[in-house]
Nanobody, 121 residues
Framework: QVQLVESGGGLVQAGGSLRLSCAAS???????MGWFRQAPGKEREFVAA????????YYADSVKGRFTISRDNAENSAYLQMKSLKPEDTAVYYC???????????????WGQGTQVTVSS
């Protein structure tokens, strides 16, 4: 089993920045790490993904150019740097891990509990 724990969420004004962290423990593997988010009343949506060695990244169009995903395998951690935040970025953000490389939530095997990000206007 792999355990994922997110941190770094909070309340920020529009235009501000936040950096989310995801710490992995347990039976880690050469995984793709992804970030997803879910706003109230909406389905969970893909935000970004990064391959095992970090050579490939993929972003949702809504965050491209504003968010940056990264990872530190020595620390078993992944990160999501978020800049120029908008009120519509408000959601619970989840990190997830998969053996493959995907933007589809159904293909991720392990999930964290989520961290709340609230962007005020």
């Amino acid at each position: 089993q792999v355990q994922l724990v997110e941190s770094g969420g909070g309340l920020v004004q529009a235009g501000g920045s936040l950096r989310l962290s995801c710490a992995a423990s347990g039976r880690t593997f050469k995984n793709t790490m992804g970030w997803f988010r879910q706003a109230p009343g909406k389905e969970r949506e893909f935000v970004a993904a990064i391959s095992w060695r970090g050579g490939s990244t993929y972003y949702a169009d809504s965050v491209k150019g504003r968010f940056t995903i990264s990872r530190d395998n020595a620390e078993n951690s992944a990160y999501l740097q978020m800049k120029s935040l908008k009120p519509e970025d408000t959601a619970v953000y989840y990190c997830a891990a998969t053996h493959g490389y995907s933007a589809y939530a159904a293909e991720y095997d392990y999930w964290g509990q989520g961290t709340q990000v609230t962007v005020s206007s």
